[in-house]
């Protein structure tokens, strides 16, 4: 689904071997218009029910100004992990984040905590002179 300028995805990887049941799914939450990361965190990847710079991670990317080096970065998460196959939402709206709420293969509701969807009216002004 795209919602304020994010495409939120489901992605399923399932268990090595083929009998067994389980896998787990990654909540994808990217930018819908380049399919990178969001400039800021929109996840609450530490479940502490904030979204704030807590929210970042850590990655490591080659240091231009160094060639050879790495340096280490804090980003904006693309998504989040959950066990089992999770199925699309339902959203609830707490101002300022959303709650989803994911049915999972395995019996249980997995809850994900976002920035919430930005709405209000727009206005434009149409000059033709």
């Not at 990178?36 to 991670?57: A, F, Q, Y």
């Amino acid at each position: 689904m795209i919602r304020d300028n994010k495409v939120i995805a489901i992605s399923y990887v399932p268990e090595a071997t083929p009998c067994t049941g389980g896998g787990y799914s990654i909540v994808h939450d990217m930018n819908a218009c380049t399919g990178g990361r969001m400039n800021e965190p929109t996840i609450d990847i530490n479940d502490d029910g904030v979204i704030d710079s807590k929210d970042l991670i850590q990655i490591t990317v080659p240091d231009y100004d160094h060639p050879g080096q790495t340096k280490t970065i804090s980003v904006a998460p693309t998504g989040k992990k959950y066990s089992g196959r999770l199925q699309p939402p339902a959203i609830l709206r707490k101002n300022p984040r959303e709650i989803k709420y994911f049915s999972s293969s395995a019996g249980t509701i997995k809850t994900m905590s976002e920035k919430a969807e930005q709405r209000g009216m727009y206005y434009w002004k149409d000059d033709r002179n």
